[in-house]
């Protein structure tokens, strides 16, 4: 067997080092050639990860015992020695940077099991995938002196399934205070970016644009290396299918900031449509979270075991409580705090110009009783309005020292219009937080005055300053416009904005930092454009594009230019879908006899076939077997002809 | 301090005594017993708040002391023994009612209507300790209290005056006597508490109605004034929304099946994916049907049904109605102001926090709507006619069933999918019960059921006199009842539109045997048709002669009962134990499995594929309440059944026991 020589680059020794040469025959196997390679090279060093890299031809010679000719390997091949693991900079749902060491040489869908796997706690997902990023049209200078990177290119890649747990995080982020920062930046969500920024930020103008985004998706079921990626490039990481298996919000803290980060982002930046009350109490739940994230990020990194044990502990105390307590203080239990204060009240009628007039008021229950003077507070008073079912919104103006609530009291004969007046902030809050309260059937003794109070202070210092001294954000002040898409922003000044995400946050600030995450989501998740990615597509037999929309259980075909939804095609009625590869047309067979074909015009045919695909591998994914991920499966599902 | 301790410690005497007369097992079969309850009951009411007690209809009475007496016929016989001597000890002991004057200082319930319960209103609230704890004050005999008092150490006053302040606490519970208008236009007066959900008195109503508990079976409420219906959610408190009703409200509480209630969830294709062709919708499989469900029920958040159209919205205060495009979010109903994008420019028309969604009726004549399927959006509070009602019309029934459910599922979300499984659960458990009792049925059924004939007959009032029997006895105790005069349930009431010829007709007639689906009335023995005719005559509904329930023929096959005992004191449940039985019995009478679809009362034949109509048994109703107004509710000065029944295998079977002692 003739012997020739085969010259390999080895990266390590960077890229103007001359190639070494080999002498081979067609007969070794790539095993040896590596042998031969790493001996000749002199580097004594670890070189596991290494494999051979055939540039022309683009792919890994990843099986050892084939054999060059095998392989087809001639002289004339360009073959590089580099490491399968490479840094890799990720761009996060949430914004930031971070750099992690991937694997370039596996597919892509492996590559996201990695990370995943290092950077959360949760079981094996399939829902997120990586893209390449939206070209940033600013100089690069400014932003790297801004960004952050978080490094985790240090970690060592486990192979455990499950990590382990220490102090609440995967066992890996607590080696060092630097990579616990990490864990913290993953696990907590990020504080509101300051409007400036959002509108700074790239926003689709039309589901056109919408539609470009998903173009960028990698191959799943090619490496990073075949799909040009190099060492140190950016990439953003995405949940790409809008099916979330399993969702544990006590093991997933991770995986679901990142996902409450993401959603948030597409509200923020107007990706998804939502209506004016919507975008208030996204922008209510966003300063709640805000908030929490702030204040309580201990709640975040403990153990979920001792969540458990924590939460039991307190019931069993509220128990004992009970138990505990003196007759006395159940005695003051049935007697609830009550408020007591001269305010103005006024009713408006038809044709009437009566101002307000004073009366001693005296707030008990869910009740307002009004009395002519303090002294006759002993005795009937002249009204009593029972708050329960009522509306109540702030009139306030802060600037002219105007602090009215106004209550809409239900009655058999419709709502009865009443404004009371109060002097000052301070009396404001509490009778506004009372009558808040009040209207949802909760008496002041409810543990959740104080904190009423207190959110209802801090949204009255937020209309106080002025937005443009106060561009900076402090921890307890948020600049209401940065909760709100730009879109609002534009279209309310803080003073009629602050009012308005007040109101929606009334009604969400009870919750806990996961809960009010979970709604967030919730409410995400019920907007009807949810859960759509865009492709432009050429119909077979249309002579216009049109737009495929790609939900979680459906396909639906949405006219360009108007935006309405023509036709709608469930997943479960589709019969079977082929991908002809050579002129890139999707055909799909539903049951009755329906067939539709088209081209894909904005997008890799590919990217919608994986997309169906990956769809109806999650469909088969049930709650039992969720610990196994049947991969396989998945790449038949998504691999195209690569899979065959 | 002092007057409080010995207030709570004489109320503890009393309550502790009542726990204890409820775990008796054994009764003593006196003969006397009977006239001995007699004193119970005077002694009962005497304290009570009588003026509300008079204006209780007469046959609301007797319904209502059945109620109660199945409450009380645990605890009677062991306070019977005591009663004499009570008697004396209460007026001995001035003081003792003053712990239930304390009470009623929480109880007064923030309507103002307990103030003058005499005005002979619908609506009247009383204080309940006012009236239940006193009732039962008379058994408690001071002898057992004071030794046991005066030597306790004062950590055990304190846990029993704690424990007091819990049952104060449960005293504070508001409770109402409400009147549920049956399918054929009969009525039940029960105790509903605040704490009960729909689905109990559901329940309470399906044992006492024997009825097949499908999941259609709802309460719902009219509105007279506005034209309004609106079927109650499971979940939901039932006294939140009746007290939310004017003191002079013609409002009904209405027992019915209602399809469109989980339709949703049987056809939710219809629903979700309207916009199909009738024929996809009607050939889905059922696979499909399911996993729709769990698509938009089951995830992480409830899908909306994505609901589009023009809708004719009345505007405020004018007489016209203008269409506008409309659409349904999981957070509202949005319109598209003229030339605006669908997507971006949507105006909030409502959201759902505070309003509930009702079907308006006649709008066409009511408010010259284009169509008469029409729904409404207010508060639930507002009673009349206002500016802040919003009213919609669709161009058809379905539209109209489409948005209403939409709006329910964006209103209630996930509660109305927990529901259905309850109910779901329900109906398949009474029907496998009762397919067991069918097989081994019969012919005993008809001799039980001219017993409870003739009973119902005494229990009307037509026997005053002490009966032989102490158990019957009970019913009878307030004053008898007159019956109505059968013309005045007959014709059907003018202003009702439901179908009311043959409804008519089907009152008239001896129609027992017709109100049973074919198949049952193979199976059972039916009641004979003199027993019908005394149905027809003997108006108040409540105490039409009784055919058989129908879990009724399981029970014969049971161990006769030992003895005419009295009901065994272990039962605490809210339903009636034997001897307000014949009471109840017409009722299943009535409402029998295939009762008429209650759709037909106000959706008209809108409803896909409809069955052949029933005879509709709606009408009467109205005119019973036209004749004679009867209160749709009132707080009982009873104590309140222990809401959420018991175990109600046993209970049936007790029962039977019963009624084979009485015959």
């Known amino acids: 067997m003739a012997v020739w020589d085969l010259s390999v680059t080895l990266e390590d020794l960077g890229a103007e080092a001359p190639p070494i040469t080999v002498s081979v025959t067609s007969d070794l196997h790539i095993g040896g050639v590596i042998l031969k390679l790493v001996e000749k090279s002199q580097v004594r060093r670890d070189w596991s990860d290494h494999a051979l890299w055939w540039e022309q031809k683009q792919q890994w010679l990843l099986r050892p015992s084939w054999t060059l000719e095998k392989c087809g390997i001639h002289a004339d091949a360009r073959l590089i020695f580099m490491p399968q693991h490479k840094a890799l900079k990720l761009g996060l749902p949430n914004g930031l940077t971070i750099r992690v060491r991937a694997c370039f040489s596996g597919s892509v869908f492996r590559t996201v099991l990695g990370i995943c796997k290092m950077l959360s706690e949760s079981r094996p997902q399939t829902e997120l995938s990586l893209l390449r990023p939206v070209e940033e049209k600013k100089k690069k200078k400014d932003k790297d002196l801004s960004e952050e990177v978080y490094d985790l290119t240090d970690v060592p890649l486990t192979s455990v399934s499950r990590p382990c747990l220490y102090n609440g995080m995967p066992a890996h982020f607590a080696d060092s205070p630097k990579t616990e920062k990490v864990y913290k930046m993953l696990s907590v969500p990020q504080p509101a970016p300051a409007p400036e920024a959002i509108a700074k930020l790239y926003r689709p103008a039309s589901i056109v644009d919408k539609a470009h985004i998903h173009s960028r998706w990698l191959d799943s079921s090619r490496s990073l290396m075949q799909q040009g990626v190099q060492e140190n490039d950016r990439l953003w990481l995405r949940f790409k299918y809008y099916c979330f298996h399993d969702m544990e919000p006590k093991y997933d803290a991770v995986r679901l900031t990142q996902l409450y980060e993401q959603a948030r982002w597409a509200i923020l930046l107007e990706d998804i449509d939502c209506t004016e009350e919507e975008m208030m109490l996204f922008g209510g739940l966003q300063y709640h979270i805000n908030k929490l994230s702030l204040s309580e990020p201990q709640a975040m990194t403990s153990t979920p075991a001792m969540d458990d044990l924590d939460s039991a502990l307190q019931c069993l105390e509220v128990k004992l409580d009970v138990g505990g307590s003196s007759p006395q203080d159940l005695l003051d239990n049935l007697t609830a705090p009550e408020l007591n204060d001269y305010l103005k009240i006024f009713r408006p009628k038809r044709l009437t110009l009566k101002g307000y007039k004073q009366y001693w008021f005296k707030f008990k229950d869910d009740s307002i009783s009004y009395y002519k003077s303090k002294e006759e507070s002993l005795g009937e008073p002249i009204q009593q309005i029972n708050l329960k079912g009522c509306e109540v919104a702030p009139d306030v103006n802060v600037a002219g020292q105007k602090f009215c609530i106004r209550l809409l009291i239900p009655a058999p004969e419709g709502m009865n219009e009443v404004y009371l007046r109060c002097e000052n902030e301070e009396q404001y809050s509490r009778w506004m937080a009372a009558c808040r309260l009040a209207s949802k059937g909760k008496s002041l003794a409810d543990t959740s005055f104080q904190s009423e109070i207190q959110s209802i202070r801090s949204f009255l210092a937020m209309q106080q300053t002025n937005p443009s001294t106060n561009s900076s954000q402090t921890d307890d002040n948020i600049n209401t416009h940065s909760l709100v898409s730009p879109r609002y922003s534009k279209k309310y000044k803080t003073k009629q904005l602050a009012p308005k995400i007040l109101d929606a946050y009334q009604n969400v600030a009870q919750l806990s930092l996961t809960d009010a995450l979970l709604r967030f989501l919730q409410i995400w998740q019920a907007l009807p454009d949810f859960g759509l990615s865009f492709v432009v597509v050429r119909f077979k037999g249309s002579r216009k594009d049109e737009v495929l929309g790609i939900a979680p259980n459906r396909l639906i075909r949405i006219d360009l230019g108007v935006g309405d939804v023509v036709k709608t095609w469930r997943y479960n009625n589709m019969r079977q879908w082929n991908v002809n590869w050579d002129i890139r047309q999707v055909a799909i067979e539903f049951d009755g006899n329906v067939n539709i074909a088209f081209c894909c015009v904005t997008a890799d045919c590919k990217i919608v076939h994986e997309f169906i695909g990956g769809y109806i591998f999650m469909s088969t994914r049930s709650r039992e077997q969720s610990d196994t991920l049947n991969e396989e499966l998945f790449h038949k599902l998504t691999g195209g002809h690569e899979a065959l | 301090m002092d007057d409080i301790d010995a207030m709570f410690s004489n109320l503890l005497g009393e309550m502790d005594l009542l726990t204890q007369s409820l775990g008796v097992e054994t009764l003593p079969p006196e003969s006397s017993s009977s006239t001995s309850k007699e004193v119970n009951f005077t002694m009962g009411f005497a304290d009570m708040n009588v003026e509300s007690l008079n204006e209780l209809e007469e046959n609301d009475f007797d319904a209502l002391m059945a109620d109660l007496m199945a409450d009380l016929s645990a605890t009677e016989n062991k306070l019977v023994a005591e009663l004499e001597e009570q008697k004396d000890a209460k007026v001995a002991n001035p003081d003792l009612p003053a712990p239930p004057r304390e009470l009623s200082s929480y109880v007064v319930p923030s309507l103002s209507t307990t103030t003058s319960p005499d005005t002979g209103l619908n609506t009247t609230y009383t204080p309940l300790a006012d009236s239940h704890i006193p009732s039962f004050s008379p058994p408690q005999p001071p002898q057992h209290e004071k030794p046991s008092m005066e030597d306790v150490e004062a950590q055990i006053k304190s846990d029993k005056i704690k424990l007091a302040l819990e049952k104060l606490k449960e005293a504070k519970v508001k409770k109402l006597v409400v009147k549920v208008v049956m399918n054929d236009g009969s009525s039940k007066t029960l105790m509903v508490d ?470």
């Not at chain 2, 709802?218 to 004017?246: C, I, K, M, Y």
């Open chain 2, 194 to 663: 605040e704490r009960q959900t729909v689905r109990d008195v559901l329940d309470n109503l399906f044992e006492k109605t024997h009825c097949d508990c499908n999941v259609d079976w709802s309460l719902s409420e009219t509105n007279p004034e506005l034209q309004l219906e609106r079927g109650f959610e499971d979940h939901e408190n039932l006294v939140d929304p009746l007290s939310a009703w004017t003191r002079d409200s013609e409002n009904k509480v209405l027992f019915q099946e209602r399809t469109e209630k989980y339709e949703v969830f049987k056809n939710p294709q219809n629903f979700y994916l309207w916009k199909k062709d009738k024929k996809t919708l009607k050939d889905m499989k059922d696979r499909d049907k399911e996993l729709l469900v769990e698509e938009n029920f089951c995830g992480p958040s409830i899908i909306v049904p994505d609901l589009e159209g023009v809708l004719y919205l009345r505007e405020d205060n004018k007489k016209s109605w203008k269409p506008r495009l409309f659409l349904l979010r999981a957070s509202g109903i949005y319109y598209v102001p003229k030339g605006k994008s669908k997507t971006r420019d949507l105006v909030c028309f409502v959201q759902f926090d505070n309003v509930n969604v009702y079907y308006g009726k006649e709008y066409k004549n009511k408010y010259k709507a284009p169509t008469d399927f029409c729904f409404v959006l207010k508060h639930p509070q507002i009673q009349k006619e206002s500016q802040y009602i919003k009213y919609l019309c669709c161009d058809d029934s379905w539209m109209m069933t489409l948005w209403v459910t939409g709006i329910r599922i964006a209103k209630y979300g996930k509660s109305l999918y927990e529901n259905y499984k309850t109910s779901m659960a329900k109906a398949q458990l009474t029907s496998a019960w009762n397919n067991r009792s069918t097989t081994t049925t019969s012919t005993p059924s008809t001799s039980s059921t001219i017993t409870n004939a003739k009973a119902s007959g005494k229990a009307n009032g037509y026997a005053p006199q002490p009966p032989e029997e102490p158990v019957a006895n009970i019913g009878i105790e307030p004053p008898p009842p007159p019956p109505l005069p059968p013309a005045q349930i007959l014709p059907p009431h003018p202003t009702v539109k439901r179908s009311p010829s043959p409804n008519a007709t089907t009152k008239k007639l001896p129609s027992l045997p017709t109100k049973y689906p074919p198949s049952q009335a193979t199976i059972f023995n039916l009641p004979a048709p003199p027993l019908s005719q005394d149905d027809s005559s003997e108006s108040p509904p409540d105490f039409l002669p009784p055919p058989p329930p129908l879990p009724d023929p399981g029970f014969l096959s049971l161990p006769p009962p030992v003895s005419f005992l009295p009901p065994p004191p272990d039962s605490d449940f809210p339903l009636p134990p034997p001897p307000p039985d014949p009471a109840f019995c017409p009722v299943t009478n009535r409402v029998p499995k295939p009762a008429p679809p209650p759709r037909q009362l106000y959706m008209g034949a809108d409803v896909p594929a409809p069955p052949p109509p029933p005879p509709p048994s709606f009408t009467p109703t109205s005119s019973v309440i036209k004749t004679a107004p009867l209160p749709p509710k009132r707080t009982t000065p009873m104590q309140a059944a222990p809401p959420g029944g018991g175990d109600f295998m046993s209970e049936l079977a007790r029962a039977m026991a019963k009624k084979r002692a009485n015959q």
